[in-house]
């Protein structure tokens, strides 16, 4: 029979596989343009949006280096869920990692043109990459 912590463990890599899944954007273009308009808009959007949020989706991963959160989605998109428990768990036991909860009041600190945030709990001073889904609109 299965413990309790290895249930709770179980749920949080299917919640997450199934998030990482569903979550595939196209990639992006090989050589992107952008006006002058568009980064002042950009400029503009970034300094608006540095601040406090909720986490709004369940059990969100965070990673303190982009490199990893980035290569969780690509096992999971090659759905190579080996991989992807590996990875998963390393990540979560050394702290590279951490699983949010809904609710948590975060800041957002910086943007990525992927679909990342970089965000800090409330009251810590570490920053994680997450995706820009898991968090509110600014106010």
Not at 42 to 67: A, F, H, V
Request: include cysteine; hydrophobic fraction near 35%; charge should be neutral.
């Amino acid at each position: 029979m299965l413990g309790p912590v290895v249930i709770v463990w179980i749920i949080i890599f299917i919640l997450f596989y199934d998030y990482c899944s569903h979550k595939r954007s196209s990639p992006p273009s090989t050589s992107p343009t952008l006006t002058s308009s568009t980064s002042t808009s950009q400029n503009n959007l970034q300094t608006e949006d540095r601040s406090k949020r909720i986490i709004i989706e369940k059990n969100p991963l965070g990673c303190l280096n982009k490199d990893a959160f980035d290569s969780l989605q690509e096992y999971s998109y090659q759905k190579d869920t080996i991989a992807f428990k590996k990875a998963f768990f390393d990540l979560l036991s050394n702290g590279e990692c951490i699983l949010f909860q809904k609710g948590e009041t975060v800041f957002v600190m910086d943007f990525s043109l992927s679909g990342m945030a970089k965000v800090r709990i409330e009251g810590d001073t570490k920053e994680y990459w997450i995706s820009r889904h898991a968090i509110s609109k600014s106010n």
